[in-house]
């Protein structure tokens, strides 16, 4: 990490990604805004939003490191929740009205064990309509608050573990049945869709009550910093290691690295699906490239 101490700020911030640890009741965009004040710059933006009843890792980018963002929003991330089976909601979460109670003492683990796994693989799911997608340019969410009937279509999505670790009755809630899971998924998954689709098939409704997100690709709760101790002394992970951490690296010669900073495709080796990281010969990280017919197609560039 770069340090630098909360009263000392750069006058030019650091490239590179910050791993916070999100607070719940706070937005996505509310710790941007702080990250902005810390960092002492606005170009900062985040990489995959979490619902402000959530909490755990929240990617942060700052400077060049917000053009990696797109492409570490499309990886692996995993989540501790909580289900409570037995009460639906209008957000399919705490934050939303009960809409339905069915008493869910009757549901045994077998049954919840194969609800979970109709739900485990790839599957096509709905998202919650208070989501943020956005509906011929406008939010779900904005259409729900404005009382608009709509629908919106499954989508792919790939739930690789979906793994019960705790089943209780809730001292607030005698009649519903608690979960505590862990969830590995691809991004786009909606957990609170997991909630809602899971009671669902089991008859009894079900929404989500508890969210705080473990990992994003690489970078997990171990490397993550609250927005307090970021106060107290601000770091970034610095733009080469945040590639390197994330992507597939390619080292490339002088010859190459002055070819492709002149927008030249050059012949490219066995390379990763999907984008790979090019360093130059002096460690510089220079571009993210995928390859196309042999050749290095640039995603987006670093290098100046």
Not at 7 to 23: H, T
Request: proline fraction near 6%; hydrophobic fraction near 40%; glycine fraction near 12%.
């Amino acid at each position: 990490m770069t340090p630098n101490t909360g009263s000392e700020r750069p006058e030019a911030s650091p490239s590179g990604l910050v791993v916070v640890d999100k607070p719940g009741g706070l937005t996505s965009h509310g710790v941007v805004s702080r990250m902005r004040r810390l960092a002492g710059t606005r170009r900062v933006g985040h990489a995959g939003t979490l619902d402000p009843m959530a909490t755990g890792v929240l990617i942060i980018g700052v400077e060049k490191a917000t053009r990696l963002l797109g492409h570490l929003a499309l990886t692996e991330k995993e989540y501790t929740a909580t289900i409570r089976l037995g009460q639906s909601t209008v957000t399919d979460d705490a934050e939303g009205e009960v809409t339905a109670s069915v008493p869910a003492g009757g549901v045994t683990r077998p049954a919840v064990d194969a609800g979970i796994a109709a739900l485990t693989g790839p599957i096509q799911q709905v998202p919650s309509k208070v989501s943020a997608i956005k509906v011929n340019g406008v939010r779900s969410y904005t259409r729900v608050r404005e009382g608009e009937e709509f629908e919106l279509a499954a989508r792919p999505v790939t739930v690789s573990s979906f793994t019960v670790q705790d089943l209780r009755t809730p001292e607030d809630a005698p009649d519903a049945v608690d979960l505590d899971v862990t969830v590995v998924c691809s991004s786009g998954t909606y957990i609170r869709a997991l909630a809602r689709d899971l009671g669902a098939g089991l008859g009894v409704g079900g929404h989500l009550t508890a969210l705080r997100r473990t990992r994003v690709g690489p970078y997990g709760l171990d490397g993550a910093r609250t927005l307090e101790q970021l106060q107290e002394s601000y770091a970034v992970l610095p733009i080469e290691q945040a590639a390197a951490a994330a992507f597939p690296r390619w080292d490339v010669d002088a010859d190459q690295a002055r070819l492709l900073g002149h927008g030249v495709r050059i012949e490219v080796p066995a390379l990763a699906a999907g984008p790979n990281a090019v360093f130059g010969p002096d460690g510089r990280f220079l571009a993210l490239i995928e390859e196309s017919k042999g050749q290095a197609r640039i995603v987006a560039g670093f290098g100046q």
